[in-house]
């Protein structure tokens, strides 16, 4: 999950802190040297997080946006300034704003902070007791400013490596992020089940068998570069450092296991079923990031012996030669699994979703610009039409209704004189229909009817006898 680091900047920070003997800090400097610390592992063994750099004090300022560049968040955090009072409520904001812009509202943050200890305690309680607070133990000095750092580190920023198996076959892998804990069972017996560090391959299926199956998380996964003594140096990943070159030398030249994995699944066209624990699956797959460039993922079911209805109870499954018929006979009606179904599923429709304003201004740009071309992109315009209204009244946004009626009422006035006739009948049809569906009981009845072209009689065009 990214992170964001929030560093205070405020005057206070600039308080020495001084003890018998020993050479006296700022606590700014404290701070730095702990976050140049974290910095360091994460550029060493966590290089694929995304991490951001937020200074505060009663304002804040994005130093870094989300980067997996050390080296720029290093530099931006031995040249922020000093300014006045602190204010973590506004920070926070701030840290909202950045969070959502990039990763959307449902993405999970880790957030680091120098002070406000009772607030943060609050806000971990807010948040269902998901989080934790790490403070610097005994006197405030270096050393004990390293072994928090060192704390963090061990509990939020180790890798999780894991052996990837398939009968005499096997590969050290990275798993990245790393797989959180999963708590079944939570109002009888709750259970928490992590993720084993060996995950045997149990089958491979067809991407048609396995669809779209609902999924707790996704995780890139690595191979590890190990050399002839047997001593990690590194995973395959790509990086113009001098440390690395002997590391993704040996990526490249040794057989790999993982790599044979990947390209096979991306050339065949299959996913293959891993079990992650007891009674626990997920499944192993390429997905591609361009045209050029795939790389192998994996994906977590929820935890049980039956994560997928249709494939039924995954221990059960077994190879094609040792079923009494070939189920992927030539007859169409016979299906692979018994419960696979044959319906289209509701979420394989193409559904108006708005999370973004552009996502909605494009949609009433379309109806704009068919519009403007009327009546011969009548069934094109009334088709953008009513999808829109039929997402508006699904989501109660009534107002979007009579917004787009007063837009097409004042297209109706700005027609040049040379427009077809048929352009204001239509325009003004379809916008006292919208006003009609967002008043009164109406709205029931006109999400389940579509606004039909007007009926016109004009001559002149194939386009202008509906």
């Known amino acids: ?56 004090s009663s304002l804040w300022e994005l130093m870094v946006p989300f980067t997996r560049d050390y080296n720029t968040l290093q530099e931006a955090l031995s040249s922020m300034e000093d300014y006045d009072k602190t204010c973590l409520e506004a920070a926070l904001q701030g840290v909202n704003n950045i969070v959502q812009q990039e990763w959307g509202v449902s993405c999970p943050c880790q957030l680091q902070s120098t002070d406000a200890l009772d607030l943060l305690e609050q806000l971990i309680t807010l948040n269902g007791n998901e989080g934790h607070i790490f403070t610097v133990e005994g006197p405030l000095c270096l ?8 704390k963090l580190i061990d509990q939020a920023y180790s890798p999780f490596h894991a052996v990837l198996r398939c009968g005499h076959l096997a590969s050290d892998v990275q798993v990245f992020p790393r797989p959180e804990p999963v ?32 999924v707790l998380s996704r995780h890139l996964v690595l191979p590890i570069a190990v050399n002839k003594e047997g001593d990690e140096v590194g995973t395959g ?16 030249k040794s057989p790999n296991f993982c790599v044979l994995l990947h390209g096979s699944l991306k050339v065949e066209g299959m996913v293959a079923m891993v079990q992650l624990g007891p009674d626990w699956y997920g499944m192993l797959y390429s997905q591609a990031d361009s045209k050029k460039k795939s790389n192998l993922m994996m994906s977590l079911f929820e935890p049980g012996p039956q994560p997928l209805p249709w494939l039924g109870k995954v221990a059960l499954l077994g190879p094609i030669s040792d079923a009494k018929e070939n189920p992927y006979a030539d007859d169409d009606s016979k299906s692979p699994f018994p419960l696979q179904p044959k319906n289209k599923r509701s979420y394989a429709q193409n559904v108006t979703v708005w999370i973004k304003p552009s996502g909605l201004q494009t ?17 094109t315009f009334y088709k953008e039409l009513n999808r829109l209204r039929k997402a508006a009244l699904a989501f109660g946004f009534l107002e979007l209704l009579k917004g787009v009626a007063e837009l097409l009422e004042r297209e109706c006035t700005l027609l040049p004189d040379t427009a077809h006739p048929d352009a204001a009948f239509q325009l003004s049809h379809a916008a006292q229909q919208l006003k009609l569906a967002s008043t009164g009981d109406s709205q029931y009845a006109a999400f389940h009817q579509n606004i039909m072209p007007l009926p016109t009689d004009f001559s002149g065009s194939s386009g202008d006898r509906i």
Do not use: C, W
Not at 184 to 190: H, S, W
């Open 1 to 56: 999950m990214p992170t964001v680091v929030l560093m205070d900047v405020s005057l206070s920070m600039t308080r020495p802190v001084s003890l018998d003997g020993v050479e006296e800090y700022q606590r700014k400097n404290l701070a730095a040297h702990g976050l140049t610390m974290l910095f360091e592992h994460m550029a060493t063994n966590y290089k694929l997080e995304f991490t951001a750099l937020v200074a505060f």
């Open 143 to 150: 050393k004990n400013v390293q072994s928090m750092f060192g």
């Open 183 to 214: 708590v079944t069972d939570e109002d009888v017996d709750p259970i928490q089940k992590n993720v084993s560090s060996e995950l045997d391959i149990v089958g491979f299926v067809e991407i048609a068998d396995i669809s779209s199956p609902p």
């Open 237 to 252: 990943i790509t990086e113009d450092t001098e440390d690395d070159s002997s590391a993704n030398q040996i990526a490249g």
């Open 363 to 379: 949609d009433v740009q379309k109806i704009l610009r068919n519009a403007r071309k009327l009546p011969e992109k009548t069934q």
